[in-house]
């Protein structure tokens, strides 16, 4: 399978638990974003990576919140003391910055997070 | 402030039967625009892809357009299927300044395909 993966696929935490999920971007693309979506809603921006360098993070993003990417692959995001508000659908997105403006962005599957 | 507004938010229709999503947005400067499709507990996949000189677009039973003047889209399934059950979001991209792609999206459209 060459698409992005995340995992855990679903987890269920109590609060103020830590919690961490990884993705997979495809294979040699540089760029790799992560969103949050709660239901019926669409997804919003958190953060992304351009390799492994951290280059904006969304006001959505609290102190509780880490993204890692060390190596510009696989990519981390540690939630910290989760609360019930963090109670969502994480995903990841890669894309490959190639110099033409339309750059496509590939989606997960998603982590489904739930905080009891 | 960009925004990006769908309707209907839910719809149900008959397998075989056609239906239109719109799509109205307030994003700018615009780049493009994307239609993706969700499936229940899955991550969003691109459908179509617009620019600012493209009215239209097809991908197989799907036909999106665009009217850049009016800063509207829609999305028009052929033929529904009962697959085609999903939430179809519709998402806008600013000018890429160098950052991070500026996506704005929509609420999405859940489309309920029934027997």
């Known amino acids: 399978d060459t698409g992005v993966s995340q995992n855990p696929r679903h987890k269920i935490t109590k609060r103020g638990q830590n919690v961490t999920f990884r993705c997979d971007p495809i294979?040699?693309?540089?760029?790799l974003y992560w969103y949050r979506q709660t239901l019926g809603q669409g997804p919003e921006f958190l953060t992304y990576?351009?390799?492994?360098?951290?280059?904006?993070k969304s006001r959505l993003l609290s102190d509780r919140f880490s993204a890692e990417r060390p190596k510009g692959s696989f990519s981390t995001l540690e939630i910290q003391r989760t609360e019930q508000g963090d109670s969502a659908m994480y995903l990841c997105?890669?894309?490959?910055?190639?110099?033409?403006?339309?750059?496509?962005?590939?989606f997960g599957p998603g982590t489904r997070l739930l905080v009891l | 402030k960009n925004q990006v507004e769908q309707s209907p938010q839910s719809l149900i229709i008959l397998e075989g039967k056609n239906c239109t999503l719109q799509?109205?947005?307030?994003?700018?400067?615009?780049?493009?625009l994307r239609w993706y499709k969700q499936d229940t507990g899955r991550g969003p996949v691109s459908l179509t892809i617009?620019?600012?000189?493209?009215n239209t677009k097809s991908n197989g039973r799907y036909t999106a357009t665009l009217d850049a003047d009016t800063k509207q889209s829609s999305l028009h399934i052929t033929a529904s299927q009962l697959s085609d059950s999903a939430s179809y979001i519709c998402?806008?991209?600013?000018?890429?300044?160098?950052?991070?792609?500026?996506?704005?999206f929509g609420t999405g459209t859940r489309l309920q395909v029934t027997l």
């Open positions: 997105a890669s894309s490959l910055l190639s110099g033409v403006e339309q750059e496509t962005q590939y």
């Open positions: 294979s040699e693309h540089n760029r």
């Open positions: 990576f351009q390799n492994e360098a951290q280059l904006e």
């Open positions: 799509c109205n947005y307030t994003v700018s400067p615009f780049s493009n």
């Open positions: 617009m620019t600012f000189s493209e």
């Open positions: 998402v806008v991209s600013a000018v890429n300044t160098g950052t991070a792609s500026k996506l704005t």
